[in-house]
């Protein structure tokens, strides 16, 4: 089944206590991204990278890093996480030759750093 | 400063009824706009997307319509039904910025049966 996976779907964390959410698709896509989504916000977009070893900025990187190491993984860093960061985030990947909007999300992580 | 304006915030629709949701942007570069379907506890699914030199775009129930003078793009979805209910989310890309996907705020819709 094509789907991208994010690990944990839960996490409560304490205030720069360094974690990492991992997100891995099946579908050998190219292009992944990092969104956080907060009530009143909407998806906001924090990383993207468009193949291994390329990444770049997008709406709210700060307080973020990004890895891609290899072409299924993308994992999101929060290095000091601070109450902030609290956030519903998702992973999306997609094949470069659909349609940019043609994104597959992942299930979700819900975080809470107090 | 929201990129993509989204109106209304929440819509109650009597099954049947039509469901408009409404998006507007300032940026003339966007090139392509996206809607998506979240329901509750997963994530957004692309549920039907259009390119400005579109007036208008229908897929089964569901269509864009898009007014590139005046920037704003709408979703219509006719004769809504109990499943539709989730929230949508309009978005738009910038070409040259890769794949920066900049989405509207989001609308919660309800269906009354």
């Known amino acids: 089944e094509a789907q991208v996976t994010q690990n944990p779907r839960y996490l409560i964390t304490v205030t720069g206590k360094k974690l990492t959410v991992t997100c891995s698709q099946n579908?050998?896509?190219?292009?992944m991204s990092w969104y956080r989504q907060d009530p009143g916000l909407g998806l906001r977009q924090i990383y993207y990278s468009m193949n291994v070893e390329v990444t770049d900025k997008g709406d709210v990187p700060e307080g973020y890093k990004v890895s891609r190491k290899e072409k299924r993984n993308f994992p999101l860093i929060l290095e000091s996480p601070s109450p902030n960061q609290t956030s519903l985030y998702f992973c999306?990947?997609?094949?470069?030759?659909?349609?940019?909007?043609?994104?597959?999300f992942g299930p979700g992580t819900r975080l809470l750093v107090l | 400063q929201q990129q993509v304006k989204q109106s209304p915030q929440s819509l109650i629709v009597q099954k049947g009824g039509i469901s408009i949701i409404n998006c507007a942007y300032e940026?003339?570069?966007?090139?392509?706009f996206p809607w998506y379907q979240q329901f509750p506890g997963k994530g957004p699914a692309l549920l039907i997307a259009?390119?400005?030199?579109?007036s208008e775009k229908k897929e089964g129930r569901f269509t864009i319509s898009f007014n590139k003078s005046a920037k704003q793009f709408s979703l219509h979805i006719m004769d809504s039904q109990p499943g539709d209910s989730a929230t949508y989310f309009c978005a738009a890309r910038e070409k040259s910025s890769g794949d920066k996907l900049t989405f509207g705020t989001g609308t919660r819709l309800a269906v009354r049966p």
């Open positions: 999306a990947s997609r094949d470069p030759d659909s349609g940019p909007g043609t994104q597959y």
């Open positions: 940026n003339t570069a966007f090139d392509y």
């Open positions: 579908m050998n896509h190219e292009y």
């Open positions: 259009i390119r400005p030199d579109v």
